[in-house]
């Protein structure tokens, strides 16, 4: 069965105070990990995906890496608005129509 | 910016009622999702849907769950006797095509069974 485990689950930063988030999968046969961000009362928003370890993915202040067992979410400089709930999702298998796997998330919150 | 839409934000039933809930994919979009998610809980899958058919579905995805896509922009989610344990946000999700593995979602139903 795959599993998804984020850490922490909560964290508190200051502005500018800049930190990771991890991700850690047990997947047979990862086709892809995903990163999401989800805002209260709101649906998933894409930001990144990864196929392979080794693979790295900028946005504005977010990075995301991936390795064979863990994938880190880099928040370089935060501001209050990247405030949110960061979903980790993994997808395997060999099927056209593969489900994600969610984590519980990270709420993140960045003090001004 | 292409973006997945669900009516209704939100829908209030009663225990044993049917509900239909809406989703319009990504126009160019050939498979679809349904998620859900309780309140506090983590984001679960329930079926998926390609070529008007299930590919796959979850243990959740009981007799009481349908999806149809019933014209070439609509995929809709039934629900045929609600349960109080129903109560949750339902996400539709599209992705483009095989090799690209991406899903994006909708804005989600809140769904409150009374």
């Known amino acids: 069965e795959d599993q998804v485990t984020q850490s922490p689950e909560a964290l508190r930063l200051q502005e500018g105070e800049s930190s990771s988030l991890n991700c850690s999968y047990t997947?047979?046969?990862?086709?892809?990990l995903f990163w999401y961000r989800q805002d209260p009362g709101k649906g998933p928003e894409f930001l990144f995906t990864?196929?392979?370890a080794g693979e790295e993915k900028e946005k504005e202040r977010l990075k995301a890496t991936l390795t064979k067992k863990e994938s880190f979410l880099h928040i370089t400089a935060p501001k209050p608005e990247d405030s949110a709930t960061y979903l980790c999702?993994?997808?395997?298998?060999?099927?056209?129509?593969?489900?994600?796997?969610f984590g519980e998330g990270t709420q993140l919150t960045v003090n001004p | 910016e292409p973006e997945v839409t669900q009516t209704p934000s939100h829908q209030v039933t009663q225990m044993g009622q049917e509900v239909i809930l809406r989703c319009v994919p990504i126009?160019?979009?050939?498979?679809f999702y349904w998620y859900r998610q309780i309140l506090g809980q983590k984001v679960e899958f329930l079926v998926s849907?390609?070529?008007?058919?299930?590919?796959?579905k979850s243990e959740i995805f009981d007799d009481q769950f349908s999806v149809e896509r019933p014209d070439g922009s609509n995929f809709t989610l039934k629900i045929r006797s609600t349960k109080l344990e129903d109560s949750a946000m339902y996400f539709c999700?599209?992705?483009?095509?095989?090799?690209?593995?991406?899903?994006?979602f909708g804005p989600g139903t809140r769904l409150t069974v009374l």
């Open positions: 990864l196929y392979s």
């Open positions: 999700a599209s992705r483009w095509t095989s090799g690209q593995w991406t899903q994006y």
């Open positions: 999702a993994v997808q395997a298998g060999e099927t056209s129509g593969s489900r994600l796997t």
């Open positions: 997947v047979s046969g990862l086709r892809g």
């Open positions: 849907f390609y070529n008007n058919e299930i590919s796959e």
């Open positions: 126009s160019n979009h050939l498979y």
